[in-house]
Each structure stands twice: as structure tokens, then as C-alpha cells.
């Protein structure tokens, strides 16, 4: 069941430069405090959702085309919406429940934890404090960074997809690839993604297939008020 779902995902989304990979809820559960679980049995099927760097050219610029922005939301996030809500079209007779990454509980926690998720799903390892054995930083609060064996840092993690009433006790987890595998490479890692993030040389902290594109990094490069003025003057060319 899950594999035929995973094939028709894979065939709706990877042409838009999305990336799908399965869990069952109980392997993400497992990893993270009771205060953050997914409320659904442990062999629930859900799926991480990446955006790779050809998400921009493939599902965002076409999205400008056809949708008027409302103005209210991140463009982003309402272009990562509209392809969820492809996916629910296209699964006429499955429940689906997708949560975004942005999205907050009333208590202003993450409903998700995708850096989590992404690892458990074996798409992206998340390199955390716990990961270097001698710490360097003392009591300082370090962020963690999931990267991609392929990627490296030039992805993004939109989100879950949860079929609430497709439960798969077979299905097998596959480990993320260990790309940053040494200790000074995990402290250089932690070290850019904290303290020089602005920078983006965290993303290349592996060789890496692709990076975003010069109009990709222009947009992400420009605060998100402007954002929108940035689109406006692309569309009047
Ligand atoms: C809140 C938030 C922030 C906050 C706080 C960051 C933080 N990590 O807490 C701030 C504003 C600082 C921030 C900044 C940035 N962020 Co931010 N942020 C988030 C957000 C929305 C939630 C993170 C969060 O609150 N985590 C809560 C803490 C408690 O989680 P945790 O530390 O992972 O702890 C859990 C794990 O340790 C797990 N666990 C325990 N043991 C084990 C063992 C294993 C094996 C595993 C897998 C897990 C596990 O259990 C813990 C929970 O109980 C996520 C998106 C999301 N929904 O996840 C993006 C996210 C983490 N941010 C992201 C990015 C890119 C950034 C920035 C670079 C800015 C940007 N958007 O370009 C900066 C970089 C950080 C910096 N130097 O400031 C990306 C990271 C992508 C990646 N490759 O990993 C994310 C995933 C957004 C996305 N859509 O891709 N961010």
C-alpha cells in the first residue's frame, strides 16, 4: 500500500522539484519529547515533504503565473499549500493530513518537527550537539541542521503528509546517509549554520549536485517584506 502511494507522490511531485520519503508516526515519536508526538497509531503512513533546489524554476514560478498572491502569506508557503492541496485532489478517496512547517500549536510549539522527521524518513541527516562527541560550546544553545547527501544544505523541509487510515506495519526504515561523517567537519557544520547562517556556506559543507539558482538566492537573499515588491518588478518584465 504504501509503496503504490509513495509512486503516485513521486509522480505528481517530483516534476515540481518536491522529494517524498515515508515514515511510519512511531519512528518519529520515538525520537522526539511526548510533548511534540504526532497523535496517530505508530504504524500511521506519513511522508516528509523537501523542496530541492528546481523547486523554484518548477512548482514557484509557474504558481506565480496562476495565482494572484493575496498579500497575506509567505509566497512560498502558500505555493507549498497549493501543491499540498494537488496531492488531496489526487487522492480522492484517502484522508490526508498535511501539516506545514510554519505551522504553530496554540501553546507556539512546532506541530512538527521536520528536521526530525527528515530524519527519521532516512531523506536528510539531522546533525545536532549530540552528534560531536568533545563540545566546544559550553552551555550555549546550539541549533541543529539537517543535510541532504545530495543537496547539502540547498533544500528546504515544507512538511508532512499523513494518511490517517493507511497503516503499514511492513514498511522498512532506511538510515539517512552520514555525509558529514567527521568530528571537525560536524563542529565546522554546527559552527556556520549558528553563528555565520546568513552567509549559506553551511549549505556547502559536502559537494554538493545543485545549488539554487542566481533568481533563487536573489529572493531568498532579500527580507521578506521586499519580497514582494521583488515579484511585482520580475512580473512587470
Ligand atoms: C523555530 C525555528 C527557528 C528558531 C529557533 C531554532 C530552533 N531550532 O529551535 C530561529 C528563529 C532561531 C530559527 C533560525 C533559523 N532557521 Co529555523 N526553524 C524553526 C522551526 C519553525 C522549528 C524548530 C524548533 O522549534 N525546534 C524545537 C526544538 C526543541 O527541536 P530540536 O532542537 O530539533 O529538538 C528535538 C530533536 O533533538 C529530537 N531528538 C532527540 N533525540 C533525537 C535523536 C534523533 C536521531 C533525531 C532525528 C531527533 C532527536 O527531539 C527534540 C524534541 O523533543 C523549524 C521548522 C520546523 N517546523 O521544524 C525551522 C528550521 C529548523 N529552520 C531552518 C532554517 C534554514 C533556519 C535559518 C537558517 C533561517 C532561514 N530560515 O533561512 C536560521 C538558522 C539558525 C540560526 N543560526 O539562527 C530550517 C533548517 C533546514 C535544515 N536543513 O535543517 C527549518 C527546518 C525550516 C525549513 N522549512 O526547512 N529557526
Known amino acids: 500500500m504504501s509503496s503504490s502511494i509513495q509512486r503516485r507522490l513521486d509522480e505528481l511531485l517530483s516534476p515540481y522539484g518536491f522529494q517524498c520519503n515515508p515514515f511510519r508516526i512511531h519512528w518519529y515519536n520515538a525520537v522526539v519529547q511526548p510533548c511534540f508526538h504526532l497523535q496517530y497509531p505508530g504504524d500511521t503512513l506519513a511522508f516528509i515533504v523537501l523542496s ?37 485532489k489526487n487522492f480522492p478517496d484517502q484522508r490526508i493530513v498535511t501539516i506545514h512547517d510554519f505551522e504553530l500549536l496554540p501553546n507556539r510549539r512546532p506541530k512538527v518537527l521536520v528536521q526530525s522527521a527528515a530524519h527519521v524518513a532516512g531523506a536528510a541527516y539531522y546533525y545536532q550537539m549530540k552528534d560531536v562527541q568533545q563540545n566546544p560550546w559550553g552551555a550555549k544553545k546550539i541549533y541543529g541542521v539537517c543535510i541532504h547527501p545530495r543537496y547539502g544544505g540547498w533544500f528546504a523541509i515544507r ?25 571537525e567537519k560536524r563542529i565546522e557544520l554546527l559552527n556556520r549554520f549558528n553563528f555565520h547562517w546568513q552567509d549559506w556556506t553551511y549549505r556547502d559543507i559536502i559537494d554538493v549536485e545543485e545549488r539554487y539558482s542566481e533568481e533563487q538566492r536573489q529572493y531568498f537573499a532579500t527580507r521578506p517584506a521586499e519580497r514582494f515588491k521583488l515579484l511585482e518588478q520580475k512580473s512587470d518584465r
Open 159 to 183: 512538511g508532512v503528509l499523513i494518511f490517517p487510515d493507511v497503516q503499514d506495519p511492513s514498511l522498512e526504515q532506511t538510515l539517512p546517509v552520514d555525509c558529514v561523517s567527521t568530528e
Open 52 to 88: 530541492t533546489p528546481q523547486m523554484f524554476e518548477k512548482a514557484f514560478k509557474p504558481f506565480l503565473t496562476i495565482r494572484q498572491l493575496q498579500g497575506v502569506r509567505d509566497p512560498i508557503d502558500e505555493c507549498v499549500a497549493h501543491y499540498f492541496s494537488l496531492v488531496r
